[in-house]
């Protein structure tokens, strides 16, 4: 289900892996004897209305699920060098960001979108 990048694409609004990343949620979080009945019903292509995952809706979701997806979160913001507020710092002062190279400007601004991010799903998972 997931991508050849393994990743889940999710921004500020909405989920864009949305499928995926249900049906991965769904599926780790099943008993074996659960995973075994799905396959044997072939039941990939069922989508309920109340599996349907959005930004706003993730506060709802089963708590297995969210404890999933938060650990999920706390693992990629590990993988960070830097934290949230190292990325603010840099971006508010206009000296130290003004000799930054247009790449690095626009890497710290990609870092930082994708920092808020999942703080925003840390709020929301927690």
Not at 44 to 66: A, C, F, M, Q, V
Not at 110 to 124: A, T
């Amino acid at each position: 289900m997931v991508g050849e990048e393994g990743a889940f694409v999710i921004g500020r609004e909405e989920v864009l892996t949305e499928e995926e990343l249900t049906t991965t949620l769904k599926v780790l979080c099943m008993s074996a004897e659960e995973f075994r009945e799905l396959k044997e019903q072939d039941g990939w292509g069922d989508k309920r209305e109340e599996d349907s995952l959005t930004i706003t809706n993730i506060p709802r979701l089963k708590e297995s699920w969210r404890q999933l997806l938060r650990n999920s979160v706390l693992l990629t913001l590990q993988a960070y060098a830097t934290d949230l507020k190292a990325e603010q710092d840099l971006l508010g002062n206009k000296d130290i960001y003004s000799k930054l190279s247009w790449r690095e400007q626009q890497a710290l601004q990609v870092r930082y979108g994708q920092k808020m991010i999942l703080h925003q799903l840390l709020e929301l998972t927690g």
